[in-house]
């Protein structure tokens, strides 16, 4: 049986959002998450910090994911930020590039400074 995944959406300004991400990232359970993060970005949340905290496992499945919305966001000139990276999925997206392709950081606060958006939320 899959674990459910479930996501929090929180707007912090006119163009960023922060979803907090719970539960594994498969094949499954992915979908949910690119229609939750394409529906940000077509509503003009062009910058998304995705939080993966929460998150103990993902495949390359979920690698693909992030970098769709990370293509979404680039054509509007905004970009996607992960941050809560450890363990499995650390290893899971240095194997498929996505650390290097996207940026990382430690927490969502430090993701909002570098967005420039930081005390907004």
Known sequence: MTE????EARRVGPTTAVLVVLGPLDA???PTLL???AGLVDAGHCNLVLDLTSVASCDAAAAGVFLDLHQLARNLSGQVVLTG???LVQRQLERTAVIGTLRTT???RDALIMLGTAGTG
Request: charged fraction near 20%; glycine fraction near 12%; charge should be positive.
């Open 28 to 30: 499954a359970t992915v």
């Open 106 to 108: 430690l927490n969502t």
């Open 35 to 37: 229609a939750e993060g």
């Open 85 to 87: 990276i450890r363990g």
């Open 4 to 7: 459910k995944l479930q996501i």
